[in-house]
C-alpha cells in the first residue's frame, strides 16, 4: 500500500481486491477485499485493514506500507525501512484475519509531521 503524505493530508483510503487469479471462482463469490484507510494523528499515522468477503484460496495476507514523503520513525517498529534519498518509511502492517469483517490496526510512530 502505499501513501502520500502531504501537509494538508489528514486520512485516506483504498481497496486491494484479491482472488485466485486463474479462474471463474470469483463470479461465485470466491474474492475478498481488503479496505485500507489511514488517518494522521498527533503522534503519526493510524491503519485500519478490514476484510471484506471470502477468498477460501487464501491461507495468509501480509500488508506492508509505503509513506512517500515521511519523516523517519520515532520508535522502532519490527520490519521497518526508511530510504532517506526518497523520504519513504516501509512499515510491515497487521495483518486482518482471512474472515469477512476481521480487521487489524496498526499504530506508526513518526518523528514530526510533514
Do not use: Q
Not at 53 to 74: H, M
Amino acid at each position: 500500500l502505499l501513501v502520500f503524505l502531504g501537509a494538508n493530508t489528514t486520512s485516506g483510503a483504498g481497496t486491494v481486491y484479491d482472488d485466485d487469479g486463474s479462474s471463474t471462482a470469483y463470479v461465485s463469490g470466491d474474492c475478498a477485499w481488503t479496505d485500507a484507510t489511514w488517518t494522521r494523528t498527533e503522534d503519526g499515522v493510524d491503519v485500519i485493514l478490514k476484510t471484506r468477503g471470502v477468498f477460501s484460496s487464501a491461507t495468509k495476507r501480509d500488508y506492508v506500507l509505503a509513506l512517500a514523503n515521511a519523516p523517519p520513525l520515532t520508535s522502532a517498529v519490527d520490519g521497518s525501512s526508511y530510504d532517506g534519498a526518497s523520504l519513504t518509511l516501509r512499515v510491515p502492517l497487521k495483518a486482518p484475519g482471512l474472515k469477512d469483517g476481521d480487521a487489524a490496526t496498526t499504530s506508526i510512530p513518526l518523528s514530526a509531521t510533514t
